[in-house]
């Protein structure tokens, strides 16, 4: 086994005490000769850590097939002294594959002393809000505008490493240790993403609100609400969607909405349609306690699409169940409405939670 062990500059780019303490946190990358823990070695692992004085890299290297248990060791003995563990998608490969090879060399390490933070699985919820085609890293490197070329590919380098071991070139050693650093190194230039979990998982501040109109194509005054919030964290990449009757901002720390407000009338369903009577007529729904006494011939059993009561106002779109009672245009409709106040946004839970909703119905829809 090889060790190797620098010091390494490190870019600043995100807060890394929202994680935990800078000594408790070690970040890890890991190369192998396949994606099967039962079939494939462990040749590299690498690690960057902050000692208090600058950030370090330490690497231990296979050089040869039967040192991988020496690797594992070393790791693992290393991994005590830190508490949080920082990869990407290392839940899903990198911490299986090596208790994999941890029992199959019949050494017994586990994770359990050390709390894992993976930030594939930290971001991935919020795929669709941020439009990324995929999660791969080369994509969340592309939404935050950072450029770096990979020269060679993991898969690539099972051959430069298996002609290691056959020629034990300098040549080869050099690009298998430098591509398990840059590796290390490119991790910190996506760290910015966690900007965005960290905003979804805290509190918005409705700042202002107010009801305004503007001219349509066909010269009528159309009603929307401009809505603000403010966020304790700030976004590296500006988000926007436009998607009727929602138009969204998120710029550094605050959310920006026009919503087209519904002038007119709306219906409310009620959800036990066959306690009531509609009366056609009136073209409204009555409970049958009171539609008992109204003439046989002027009612006539409700279904689920006529057992309504109508409603004239201003109505706000609602994108979740936050305020009753929902209102619709009809009855497959899926968006619902409340009649509109500014009362309604008082309430700082509901102001924070009419956000989340804007935020996830929009990220279900076409990103601009």
């Known amino acids: 086994m090889i060790t190797i062990k620098r010091p390494v500059d490190l870019p600043d780019t995100y807060p890394l005490e929202r994680i935990g303490p800078l000594k408790e946190l070690l970040f ?17 692992i690498g690690c960057t850590y902050h000692d208090g004085f ?22 693992f003995t290393f991994m005590e002294r830190f508490k949080v563990l920082v990869h990407f998608n290392g839940d899903g490969f990198d911490i299986p ?39 791969k890293q080369k994509s969340i490197e592309a939404f935050l505008g950072v450029s770096r070329e990979d020269k060679y590919s993991g898969g690539q380098l099972i051959d430069v490493y298996r002609e290691y071991l056959m020629t034990r070139q300098t040549l080869l050693y050099d690009l298998l240790i430098l591509h398990n650093e840059d590796d290390l190194r490119g991790m910190p230039s996506i760290l910015p993403i966690l900007s965005y979990p960290d905003l979804m998982e805290s509190p918005f ?14 010269g009528t005054d159309c009603a929307f609400l ?20 929602v138009s969204l901002e998120l710029h550094q720390d605050t959310l920006t909405c026009n919503i ?42 409700a279904t689920a699409k006529t057992c309504y ?14 305020w009753a009672p929902a209102l619709r245009e009809d009855y497959k409709a899926s968006l619902t409405y409340t009649q509109y106040s500014p009362e309604l946004l008082s309430d700082t839970d509901c102001a924070d939670t009419y956000a989340r909703q804007l935020l996830s119905y929009v990220s279900e829809k076409n990103r601009l």
């Open 28 to 44: 890890f990358d890991i190369e192998t000769t396949g994606f099967s823990g039962d079939t494939s070695q462990l040749y590299l």
């Open 54 to 75: 600058g950030w370090k890299l330490i690497q231990w290297f296979a050089d040869t097939r039967d040192s991988e248990g020496q690797l594992l060791e070393a790791f």
């Open 97 to 135: 594959y090596l208790l994999k090879r941890c029992k199959h060399l019949g050494l017994n390490y586990n994770f359990d002393k050390i709390t894992s933070l993976d930030l594939y699985k930290k971001i991935k919820p919020y795929r669709k809000l941020l439009g990324l085609e995929n999660m």
């Open 205 to 218: 501040s409705l700042l202002s609100q107010q009801a305004c109109s503007c001219e349509n194509n066909q």
């Open 226 to 245: 401009n809505l603000v919030w403010k966020s304790p964290y700030t976004v590296p990449v500006q988000l926007s969607y436009d998607c009727y009757p």
């Open 260 to 301: 087209a407000l519904y002038q007119g009338e709306l219906k409310y369903f009620y959800p036990n349609y066959k306690d009531y009577y509609y009366l056609p007529l009136e073209d409204a729904a009555i409970h049958k306690s009171v539609g008992a006494y109204v003439d046989k011939n002027a009612r006539r059993k």
């Open 309 to 322: 009561t109508r409603k004239q106002g201003l109505f706000l779109p609602q994108f979740g169940s936050l």
